[in-house]
C-alpha cells in the first residue's frame, strides 16, 4: 500500500487540512497522558484537552459554534481492523505523525466494503485535519514503535452510550455508540464482539508495507 500525504491532491476526497488553528498547548497536553501498556485506548472528552487555549477556536470557528468534545484515540496500532462513520466532520490532531486508513461510504454495497478500496495517508505531526463525514475511518496507525497520540475532536456526545432503539433499517445494526455506525473486519476484536461484519478482503497492516 502506498502512504501518501494529506498534502496530495488526492486527500482532497476525503478531507482537509485546517489552517489558522494554534495547537502546541494541545498537543504539549496530549504529550502527558500516559501511554497504554499496548493495544488502544479511546476516550471521547478529556478535561485537560478540553482546557487548552485552542478549544474555543475548534467549537466556533472548527464546528460553527456547535458544542464539541475533544479526546483521544492513542496507543499503539498498525491494524485497519474497522472503518466507522459519523454524521458529521472529524477533526484530528496527532503528537506525533500517523497515519489514516480512509475509504468512502458511498463505497460501501450491501453492506459490505472491500478493503482493497481503502487508502493511506500520512498526517504531520500538529497538523489539523478535518475528515469529512461521509468518508470511513477509525483508530489512526502509528509510524514509529513509540506509538500515537491523535485528538479526536468531534460533537459532543459522540461515541458516547449507543442510544436504545428498534433497528428499522439494515444501517440502524451497524451502529455501536452514539453518532457512530460500524463496519468490522472478520478477524477485528470488534466483530468477535458482535458488530458488523462488513469488510472483505484483507485486514490490512501497514507494518507489513
Known sequence: MLIKSVSDESFREYGKILDGFENSDLTKRMAQIP??????AYKPGIESLEQSSVFDSYRDRGFGGMPIQI???WGYN?????L???RDSEINIGEKDFVLLLAKESQIKDGKLDTSLVKAFRVPAGVAVEVYATT????????????FRVAVILPKGTNTAKPDYVAKNEEDKWMTARNKWLLAHKDSREAHNGAHVGLVGENIDIKER
Open 78 to 82: 498498525t491494524k485497519l481492523n474497522c
Open 35 to 40: 501511554m497504554p501498556e499496548s493495544g488502544t
Open 136 to 147: 470511513l475511518h477509525y483508530a489512526p496507525c502509528q509510524v514509529s514503535d513509540e506509538g
Open 84 to 86: 466507522e462513520y459519523h
Open 71 to 73: 479526546g483521544m484515540c
